[in-house]
């Protein structure tokens, strides 16, 4: 993937502000995305920043009727570069006129890749912790996510009987397959700056292709042949590269029992989000775990994590996977050396272990967090 993902439609200079849409939406995205903005204010030599807050939500909806407001969407597609998203409170239950604006938001964006890495740090907090340097790379556009859904009365029983329909296209599995072998060979350059005794990953670039074509043979069929082409069909760059193949139920399985087997593992939308989440318990907490929706013209920074009923409006929301986030835009929009500042940072809190908030065991506030994030800048 281009590691320089800037809109190219919309010119940046030296002395012009990148923009940025923010985005916290429901629960804690409106804790941890200010926590987010605090970092990339307080970074010297960076980009200078103009930032934008938008509206989105369920609490939006419930106020206005509308989930994702035209006003962000046009705001976003045709004045920032990038934005970071908190998180949404989407009910369990269906709710007439109410759809989940980030999954809304990944299409209207065409942000089709959904990139999550899942690294871990030496840390008192979590002294049982396998090394692993993974990176999920999940299909952002179709699967069971397009929620073709409908409800029939079963003719045989006359109980009730849900349908969903399922998507996979060629092409999406084309541009999510290329994005794992290019990000396959940008991580192995980032690595080869550091000696090997600091490398978690010691081996040969690798992508591991989920699916579950034994089967659906159709479906994760055409995503399994389609991810394996990018490669068979361009050796000359990616010939360096290690391709494998895993059973999602059984990657569940490796995924616990041998996390440091993984580079880069690309899945497709549903299995993407579950393996994720997943992976957030080997490195301590959900709280930690950044993402970012990658497209060819923008990125938005999310973090993995939901919006957190239970602990929200407390001021104890771990902060560290919205400011990871933020540097997971950085770094998608070229400012490599900003974003590994930014990393380096949050890693020293980690390593510390002195100030941590709950969920990692500790007893500290999102702000202390940040504040000592901000003291390792
Ligand atoms: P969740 O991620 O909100 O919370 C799961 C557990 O992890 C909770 O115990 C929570 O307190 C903890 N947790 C999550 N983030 C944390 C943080 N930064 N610091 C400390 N603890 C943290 O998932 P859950 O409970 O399944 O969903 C809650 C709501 O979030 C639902 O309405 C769901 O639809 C929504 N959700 C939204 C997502 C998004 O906006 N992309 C993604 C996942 C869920
Ligand atoms: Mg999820």
């Known amino acids: 993937m281009a590691s320089n993902i800037i809109r190219r439609t919309l010119a940046t200079s030296a002395t012009s502000p990148l923009k940025i849409g923010l985005i916290p939406a429901d629960g804690i995205g409106k804790e941890v995305v200010p926590a987010a903005r605090r970092v990339l204010e307080s970074l010297s030599n960076g980009p ?15 106020k206005t009727g509308t989930a994702l407001p035209k006003e962000t969407i046009t705001t976003l597609k ?8 908190g998180a949404v409170s989407s009910p369990s239950h269906k709710v007439e006129g109410y759809s989940s604006p980030i999954v809304a938001l990944r299409k209207h964006l065409d942000l089709y890749a959904n990139v999550r890495p899942v690294v871990s740090v030496k840390s008192p907090a979590f002294p049982n912790q396998r090394e692993l340097d993974m990176l999920i790379i999940r299909e952002n556009t179709e699967c069971l996510y397009i929620k073709q859904e409908r409800l029939e009365t079963d003719p045989k029983t006359g109980k009730k009987l849900a349908w969903a329909e399922r998507k996979i296209s060629e092409e999406a599995c084309h541009r999510i397959g290329t994005m794992a072998f290019n990000m396959a060979l940008t991580r192995q350059k980032l690595r080869e700056q550091k000696p090997l005794a600091e490398r978690i990953w010691k081996h040969n670039p690798r992508v591991t292709i989920v699916h579950k074509s034994n089967v659906l043979s159709v479906t994760d069929g055409l995503f399994r042949e389609t991810v394996r082409s990018v490669k068979e069909q361009n050796l000359e760059k990616y010939g360096g590269v290690d391709m494998e193949e ?6 569940v399985y490796r995924m616990f029992r041998e996390p440091e087997a993984f580079d880069v593992v690309v899945a497709p939308n549903l ?10 318990a080997l490195v301590g907490s959900l709280g930690v775990v950044p ?3 990658v497209g060819d013209e923008f990125v938005m920074g999310e973090p993995v994590h939901g919006s957190a009923p239970d602990i929200a409006g ?7 996977a919205a400011i990871r986030s933020a540097a997971l835009l950085l770094e998608h929009m070229g400012y490599t050396e900003q974003a590994l500042k930014m990393y380096d940072a949050v890693d020293a809190v980690l390593v510390d272990g002195s100030i941590l908030t709950p969920d990692l065991g500790g007893k500290s506030t999102t702000n202390d967090v940040v504040d000592a994030v901000l003291r390792h800048l």
């Open 246 to 251: 895993q059973l999602v139920d059984s990657m």
């Open 291 to 293: 993402s970012a929706n």
């Open 314 to 320: 407390k001021g104890i929301a771990n902060p560290i």
């Open 271 to 280: 299995y993407g989000d579950i393996l994720s989440d997943g992976a957030a």
């Open 78 to 85: 045709n004045e920032c570069h990038g934005a970071i998203f």
């Open 48 to 62: 200078k920043f103009e930032f934008v807050e938008l509206e989105a939500g369920f609490e939006h909806f419930q």
